[in-house]
């Protein structure tokens, strides 16, 4: 069956950096084009970035931009964000998407940034 699993999400003070890890498993992830997102308490869910299949583009949301890096290993059927200069604001659950005419959510990691 499909399965996203993320990983990575934590507790982390402002200024400091956290790795998200999205694990794809039961479709073909090097198809897929590849996406995370979050949630704020109380706020709709947001598009943070997005890589193409092969990796060959990649789009940010203003808010992360320059602090944020996405990234994937289609060996390793894995996705990546790299999360720097954490803020407040960045707290919120981050959720993977994979997305192909039909899309595939993972539950979501935690993420907090509080001193």
């Known amino acids: 069956q499909v399965q996203l699993v993320e990983s990575g999400g934590g507790l982390v003070q402002p200024g400091g950096s956290l790795r998200l890890s999205c694990e794809a498993s039961?479709?073909?992830?090097?198809?897929?084009?590849m996406s995370w997102y979050r949630q704020a308490p109380g706020k709709e869910r947001e598009l943070v970035a997005s890589i193409a299949h092969d990796a060959s583009s990649t789009n940010y949301a203003d808010s992360v931009k320059g602090r944020f890096t996405i990234s994937r290993d289609n060996a390793k059927n894995t996705m990546y964000l790299q999360m720097n200069s954490l803020k407040s604001e960045d707290t919120a659950v981050y959720y993977c998407?994979?997305?192909?005419?039909?899309?595939?959510w993972g539950q979501g990691t935690q993420v907090t940034v509080s001193s």
């Open positions: 998407n994979a997305r192909r005419i039909i899309e595939f």
């Open positions: 039961g479709f073909t992830f090097s198809t897929f084009g």
